[in-house]
């Protein structure tokens, strides 16, 4: 995949009196476009990742009450994951999420689709745990899929920050 | 790596009022008394929530006998920072294959720009 222009930041907050992590994202994009590339399944396998892992949608009804299902591999290791879509709106979508490796965790999803206009669209993901211990595994998942390009140099960019 | 330490760290901090003591900490050492001095609360309450922080490795207390100052384990939080700035990291990986993916989607859409943006690329 083509290298594309950092022009924007995810944010990121861990909330520290509810298990949730909340994350803010701008696109080039319209609200509808965005809604596309996350209910359609060969555009939504292209970008879920994580890098240099190929991922094979099982089951996808992005409706409400529909389902999800799918695999990421890397290696001949595959990381599987499932849920439910709870509810799908044109600009919104609130759905379940499990990682088959800890079946019966379950993380409550909420996108919001916020159109700013000129064709731009502000992302906003919600992830609700149901333990800090689930969220805090969550956050530290980065180590468990190996996704380890980087890590140097941001070790040395959080070296800067303080 | 220290997952459970972190773990016990952001659930520690979960807590308003051990929040704010680790705030006042940042500020410099202070005994438990100095701690429970602002709040509605015994210096045992205060105690409690001390183990708590301390438990977490959050904060650490001295063995000098008689004040037993509190101090802030500035290290922990470094630790915190880096696995949320990892975490964000990631995503922020994922979004820019979404951008690229975004892009493509405007491409099929409209085959002139497409055709454009290839030239411009090349």
Known sequence: MTTTSSRYQVSIEADPTVPIIRMTRDFDATPAELMRAHTDPELFARWVGPNGMETEILDWDATTGGRWRYVARRDGVEFGFHGCFHEVSDESIVQTFTFDGQRGDVALQTLRFEDLGDGRTRLHAQSLVDSFEGRDQWLASGMETGVDEGYAKLDALVAELR | ?122
Not at chain 2, 64 to 69: E, F, S, T, Y
Not at chain 2, 99 to 106: F, I, Q, T
């Open chain 2, 1 to 122: 790596m220290a997952s459970e330490q972190l773990s016990r760290a952001f659930a520690a901090l979960a807590d308003p009022t051990r929040r704010d003591m680790v705030a006042r900490l940042a500020g410099g050492d202070a005994t438990v008394g100095e701690l429970a001095d602002p709040y509605d609360v015994s210096v045992q309450a205060v105690s409690k929530h001390i183990k708590v922080l301390t438990d977490a490795g959050l904060v650490s207390q001295s063995k000098d006998a008689q004040r037993r100052p509190c101090h802030l384990e500035a290290e922990v939080f470094d630790l915190m920072t880096k696995w949320i700035e990892r975490y964000r990291h990631q995503a922020q990986e994922r979004y820019e294959r979404l951008d690229a993916v975004l892009a493509d989607m405007r491409g099929d859409e409209r085959p002139t720009d497409h055709h454009l943006e290839q030239g411009a690329a090349s």
